[in-house]
């Protein structure tokens, strides 16, 4: 991946907005910007001249094997806790601060550590360069669709009465992993008959038992697969045998609203127009009340 490059813009937006210092926790800015996803900490600063990433021990050895080689990497060992690592070079370092997001407590260290100095949100600053992916970003997003296709493929070859969803996915799970895949995007969703109505599924954890396909069952599943850090989302719906007329309709209205939708997807359309194009559609069918997603979301190091 293009780490320099990245640094390099980062370094120019930080002048445009007034940043001479930024501290870079979350994990998949971690990844964008320095190969790794942590635990680390990465400072950037405008009056050093080489990054600094700041990785526990236990981590040592991944970052020297992984990160991005033009990084200068301190371990900060055991005797002091990581932050006051951390603070101890930001403190070395005058100007503005920003930070991407943390949780309130450890703002809250950051800030007692640095003597109550101002730290400033900057995450809309990373947020501007990540938006747009480069060529290796965009090839590593087509191999997780690739990798989501065939187990998707995989999970409509053993669709029959009798299988449980939770076998269709461990299915799903192992030809991701045969695919070469790195892992599930997020937790595959296998929704069957009344279930498949919920939006993401039955929240088992909440209690739901497993439950078998029997047919005339309309089956939802939502995967997606990581590789080289990028995910794919892909949701398909299926029919297990004849289903009844009104699913018939609704489903070829949601295709027709999709297609309608997709000859929006261009450069310079804001995101809520073809959005509003797919709401028009099923309003045609009065299914609009029940649209209670949005049409789509961001894809690349997190979904």
Not at 59 to 79: M, R, V
Not at 157 to 170: C, D, M, S
Request: with cysteine; aromatic share 8%.
């Amino acid at each position: 991946m293009r780490y320099a490059e990245r640094l390099e813009k980062l370094a120019t937006l930080m002048r445009v907005h007034g940043i001479e210092n930024f501290l870079i926790t979350r994990g998949p800015n971690l990844l964008y910007f320095a190969g790794i996803d942590g635990p680390a900490a990465l400072v950037v600063s405008l009056k050093l001249e080489r990054p600094v990433l700041f990785v526990p021990p236990l981590s040592l050895h991944a970052a020297e094997e992984y990160a991005y080689s033009g990084l200068e990497i301190n371990n900060t060992g055991t005797n002091a806790r990581f932050e006051v690592v951390v603070a101890e070079t930001l403190s070395s370092l005058d100007g503005t601060l920003a930070v991407d997001d943390i949780d309130i407590d450890t703002y809250r260290l950051y800030s007692a550590l640095l003597r109550e100095r101002e730290i400033r949100q900057g995450s809309s600053v990373i947020w501007e360069l990540r938006e747009v992916k480069d060529e290796e970003e965009i090839q590593a997003i087509r191999k997780a669709c690739e990798v989501a296709d065939r187990a998707m493929r995989a999970a409509y070859e053993v669709l029959y009465p009798g299988i449980t969803e939770n076998e269709v996915k461990a299915e799903v799970l192992a030809e991701i992993h045969r695919s070469g895949g790195e892992r599930p995007a997020f937790d595959v969703i296998v929704a069957s008959g009344p279930r498949s109505a919920l939006p993401h599924g039955p929240l088992q954890r909440g209690g739901m038992r497993d439950r078998a396909l029997a047919r005339g069952d309309v089956v939802l599943i939502d995967l997606g697969a990581v590789v080289e850090g990028y995910h794919s989302d892909i949701t398909r719906t299926f029919a297990l045998g004849k289903v009844g007329e009104e699913f018939e309709t609704a489903y070829r209205y949601v295709l027709a609203a999709k297609e309608a939708a997709e000859q929006y997807i261009k450069p310079d359309t804001h995101c809520s127009y073809p959005d509003s194009v797919a709401r028009r559609k099923l309003e045609e069918a009065r299914l609009d009340q029940h649209f209670m997603h949005s049409l789509g979301h961001g894809v690349g190091l997190e979904i």
